[in-house]
């Protein structure tokens, strides 16, 4: 995996390299910094802009040596030591510029919000941001970002980051090939899902001026109505892109992506009413464990199994759980289901309501991405701005991990 670091200073750049050490990634990183980073960011913008302006041969774009070919790039929001002579640049008005030409597969926003560890409001770190992950410096050495055993701080929302690369990748291809099909329809939603959306997870395509249904919404119109470009820049690579110039497909198809992405964890999953991840379900199917929800290991053990039936009852997955497992999977770092099949099932339903198994009295804590037994100190209760049915979670709030906002926390 090839990371590259960004930052207008050397010193931030060894910061961020001293928390990759950590986690045995340092030797995969470069560091790009100063007037280097600069210089090339000029580089990218220049050449971009010739394209975007139909003043070059539309047949290729050049990327600048030092930005492309990155598994992985870390960019430190704060830019401010990069003297354009303009607006002060961040590393959120230059992601849409990465996706679309350096073929940079995962893109991190670095500080943004750097006295915030967990967003109590959204669940979800920084949710104005475009980068695919925003974190801060100190979160690198996290071993759940890196797929080791989590520690006392592991975010239910962090992916895997080798896997979200990789996966990226198939993405991108899987939207060149259903470029113009219906986002719903490409993703296999069921019908029933849109009475359980939210207005928030309707506005897919929300900057535009279309007036279609979620469910009429295309990947082309993602991109047109995409927020990590400009509208001069999305309208100049859609032209291209309708005339098949190669390198315009290709930013057509990063950019709506990572867009679609971004919509499917925030405002799909995040509420947990269309989508439900496996701690979720189990929260509310507890009787999908079997005879073994009576221990709270085995409630936990759901979240560590990476394969089938995933320390489900092997009998209740087959017959019920199975059928509505997501799909393509390589859209989520973890197995998600639809829920509204799922709590429309009326077999499932008279299984939770007839067992006899004594379940645990235990919650599932956002921040440590574990369940938690409610007779201990840790669990305190939140309630999130979230648009749906659950917006009440809860959190394990560990001494050395900034929340806010603290308004967000129940009594």
Known sequence: MKILICDDRKDGCEDALSHLEKVGRADDAETLFGDSLRKALAALFEGTDKFLTGCADSARVKV?????????????????????????????????????????????????????DFDLRHLFGDHSSIADLALNTHHLSRPRLWGGKDDDFAPWYWPRLPDAAAKRKKQIAFVRENLDQTVWKALGFPDEAVDYMSRRSKALASRSSMQKTIQEVSFRDVFSANGSLDREATESIDSLARESVPWAVKAVCRITAAEVDRWLRREVLAPQDVLIDLPHLVTRMPSLLGTRACDLAEWNGVIAVAKAPYGLSSAAYRDHVRSTRFQPHFWLSTPCFWWPTLKANSKLRQQLFESK???????????????????????????????????????????????????????
């Open 64 to 116: 600048p040596e030092e930005l492309a070919n990155f598994d992985l790039v870390i960019f430190d929001n704060n830019l401010a030591d990069l003297d354009f002579g303009g607006a002060r640049l961040t590393a959120e008005s230059v992601v849409g510029y990465l996706r679309s030409f350096t073929g940079a597969s995962y893109i991190i926003s670095l500080n943004k919000n750097p006295s915030v």
């Open 357 to 411: 198994v004594k379940w645990p009295d235990a919650v599932f804590c956002e921040d440590v991405s574990a369940f938690v037994a409610v007779d201990t100190p840790e669990p305190i209760e939140i309630e999130a701005d979230i648009e749906g049915s659950w917006p009440r979670r809860y959190i394990a709030q560990r001494a050395d991990v900034n929340y806010s906002p603290r308004s967000r926390i129940i009594g």
